[in-house]
């Protein structure tokens, strides 16, 4: 099942929404640190209320650590970013990606955009900057999990 990468997050409202997202959805969360508050629950609980014991959180000390882990895993990394061409719709999803998002402030580095597999954006009008890092990876996840037939079922029956 595809998953979504966080690195160094800034917001723990953002970083909440995610993990609550991820609970709902059934997908792991990588969380790259360091991050730019702390990582305890009583600053991730106001966005990820009760969900945060139901997110599968795997944290990585480092974006050093994370690549070792990913190299491990043989997993393929797909970059949201507002520097690429194609878009997050044009691309096959497999369930073994990871979805990366970068910090709100700044992105992630130009060593994390080389390593990336795969970058991709969600189309805007001409004129803005982004879309909120939350619900990008909503939308990215979505196409995801369609394309790979990962959804949860809602009624409870195992799928593939």
């Known amino acids: 099942m595809p998953g979504l990468a966080l690195y160094q997050p800034d917001i723990p409202q953002n970083t909440g929404t995610m993990l609550r997202l991820a609970a709902c959805l059934g997908i792991e969360v990588h969380l790259i640190e360091p991050a730019a508050f702390d990582l305890s629950d009583r600053n991730l609980r106001r966005a990820g209320m009760d969900y945060l014991e139901r997110a599968g959180i795997v944290r990585h000390v480092s974006w050093s650590a994370f690549e070792e882990w990913r190299s491990r895993a043989g997993a393929r990394l797909l970059l949201a970013t507002t520097r690429a061409a194609a878009p997050y719709t044009a691309l096959s999803y497999g369930p073994d990606d990871i979805i990366l998002v970068g910090r709100e402030s700044a992105g992630v580095p130009d060593e994390v955009h080389a390593a990336a597999d ?28 369609r394309q790979t037939g990962c959804f949860p079922d809602p009624a409870g029956r195992q799928g593939p």
């Not at 795969?118 to 999990?145: D, K």
């Open 118 to 145: 795969e970058r991709i954006i969600v189309p805007m009008r001409p004129g803005l900057r982004s879309l909120n890092v939350a619900v990008t990876a909503a939308m990215i996840l979505g196409e995801a999990l």
